[in-house]
């Protein structure tokens, strides 16, 4: 067997990046990585676009780099609109009815850190208002506080897309950096180098044979998806390919 060493120059010279999970052999991902890196020390906002589970939040702790304070994520699109502002900006006891509490809000949790916001495409246009002014003045009040508190961490976003009623203005504060990550379907041997450490290379190609033949475009698997990709991987392995759910 190789030394470690031989095994990491090997590696290197196959220019494959694999760091905090985001493995792949693509030139322009590896690309976008190292733009991740050059972005990481930076207090700027960030964009990041790609399908669902291409790894944008792997991207999105990577930007967070080495800050000291906490890498804090939201799905925007899991919440009520009612609720996004409560639980980005906290409240005080009191201040509504079923604030039994104060809370302190995710913009303090992320206080020195990195605030997530995920799935941002399709939100409301009074959430859209009210994330521009957070992002210009970095300010925000806590429900049923008078003062203004300053938000000491920082912004990353995240879409699949962005909808048609998104506004421009918002979309031009949070994109002087974007980061766009290629689905799968574009990067084939990128989805051969992830099942590698799961499969054998021959079942890995009949794997990747059947999603082909079974997959179609407007389905998730394996388009764009890495988590689904590993689910067929371990469906694969413990049940064998006539128990492949391609849903």
């Known amino acids: 067997m190789p030394s470690l060493a031989a095994q990491l120059k090997q590696f290197k010279n196959q220019n494959i990046y694999d760091t905090k999970g985001f493995i792949t052999q693509d030139p322009d991902c590896i690309a976008m990585l190292k733009a991740t890196d050059k972005l990481a020390p930076l207090d700027d906002?960030?964009?990041?676009?790609?399908?669902s589970g291409t790894g944008k939040e792997i991207i999105a702790q990577r930007?967070?780099?080495r800050r000291t304070g906490r890498f804090i994520a939201l799905n925007l699109s899991a919440m009520p609109d009612t609720m996004v502002q409560a639980e980005l900006f906290?409240?005080?006891?009191?201040?509504?009815s079923g604030a039994v509490t104060s809370r302190m809000g995710l913009l303090v949790a992320a206080s020195k850190g990195t605030l997530f916001l995920d799935e941002i495409g399709d939100i409301a246009p009074d959430i859209q208002v009210m994330l521009l002014r957070l992002i210009e003045t970095?300010?925000?009040?806590?429900?049923?506080?008078?003062?203004?508190t300053k938000f000491t961490g920082r912004f990353v976003f995240a879409?699949?897309?962005?909808?048609?009623?998104?506004r421009n203005d918002l979309y031009q504060r949070i994109s002087t950096f974007r980061l766009d990550i290629k689905p799968l379907?574009?990067?084939i041997k990128d989805a051969e180098l992830i099942l590698k450490g799961i499969l054998t290379d021959e079942e890995t190609k009949d794997l990747l044979g059947l999603?082909?033949?079974n997959i179609k475009p407007e389905q998730g698997v394996l388009m764009g998806n890495v988590r689904?990709?590993?689910?067929?991987?371990?469906q694969y392995r413990v049940l064998g390919r006539d128990y492949l759910d391609f849903r």
Do not use: M
């Not at 906002?45 to 399908?51: I, K, R, Y």
């Not at 906290?90 to 509504?96: F, Q």
């Not at 970095?138 to 203004?148: A, Q, V």
């Open 159 to 166: 879409s699949n897309s962005l909808g048609d009623n998104f």
């Open 185 to 187: 379907r574009r990067r």
């Open 138 to 148: 970095r300010l925000f009040r806590r429900i049923g506080e008078n003062e203004d």
């Open 45 to 51: 906002a960030v964009l990041v676009v790609g399908e």
């Open 90 to 96: 906290g409240h005080v006891r009191g201040s509504y």
């Open 63 to 65: 930007l967070h780099g």
């Open 211 to 213: 999603a082909w033949k």
């Open 228 to 234: 689904e990709l590993l689910r067929l991987a371990k």
